[in-house]
């Protein structure tokens, strides 16, 4: 289990063939206000370098809480309005706790134990 209350979030979001540049507009809607939510620590939105189509947004959070409350705020109902409009093939959500080096050669030890036995 991760010792800090530290947790991070990560947003893959693919246009639509021909929709990027609209896609990039509109989540670049959500930098200012999540970057001043309370908790929040670091907040940016990347396009890729290689694929044209794939955004990432990335939220780094004091605590579950502080990332909770930004994935209730009103602002992000900006996702189901890009999937309404249909401006994105794609949106994957996930969530993330900071672990320290023990605890992650900890996770490798477990599963190898399992692969093992």
Known sequence: MPNTSVVSHWVSVRARPG??????ARLSSLISPSAAASGCLHFALQKS??????????GTWADPSAMNDWFAAPELNLFSELLTEMLVTSLDFQTFATVTTVQA?????????RLAG
């Open 49 to 58: 370098l290689t694929d044209e189509d794939l955004w990432v947004i990335t």
């Open 19 to 24: 929709h990027s540049t609209q896609l990039g």
């Open 105 to 113: 050669q900890m996770a490798h030890v477990s599963v190898d134990a």
